[in-house]
């Protein structure tokens, strides 16, 4: 019973700290939108103009409120099923990007280093890349339904498994 109940409260700061990263990266990308719109721009995902400045304008309030959702426990899983939907294609898009700088660089992979728009600054690549897959992780293990406690509505439908 002991062990139901550490696993419980692990979850459930997994999923408090998963929700402040995210509002604090959110907000801390939110506070310097130009800076923010620089870095996406690098990646070269979009070329409209209009797309770039509405991805660099909405994205960091998105990661807030996701992170917010989690915090309050309200649609863990869909915020969960949210974040991993979100995550594996940016740590593609950073890893793609490592690898070009690798090349123009000619040095070792976990040697490179730029600023990824996480909104951490300059970051070691490997380091980054553990960062997210750890990300994921911990997202998959509350889509699976962990750190239901503590929670206003752990599902947005009745009777889903969740708290009303």
Request: with cysteine; glycine share 10%.
């Amino acid at each position: 019973m002991w062990k139901r109940k550490a696993f419980e409260a692990a979850a459930v700061m997994a999923r408090w700290a998963l929700g402040a990263f995210f509002v604090y990266m959110g907000l801390k990308k939110a506070m310097h939108p130009e800076e923010f719109l620089k870095l996406a721009r690098q990646y070269e995902m979009v070329h409209s103009s209009f797309l770039l400045n509405s991805i660099a304008a909405g994205l960091p309030w998105f990661e807030a409120f996701c992170g917010m959702l989690l915090l309050l426990g309200i649609a863990v899983r869909g915020t969960a099923l949210t974040l991993v939907a979100v995550l594996v294609p940016f740590t593609w898009l950073v890893w793609r990007r490592a690898l070009v700088l690798q090349a123009l660089r000619a040095i070792p992979f976990c040697a490179v280093k730029f600023d990824c728009g996480c909104g951490a600054g300059e970051v070691f690549i490997c380091g980054k890349l553990a960062e997210n897959i750890i990300l994921i992780l911990v997202s998959c293990w509350l889509l699976s339904g962990a750190g239901r406690a503590f929670c206003a509505r752990h599902s947005l439908f009745p009777g889903k498994g969740g708290k009303g």
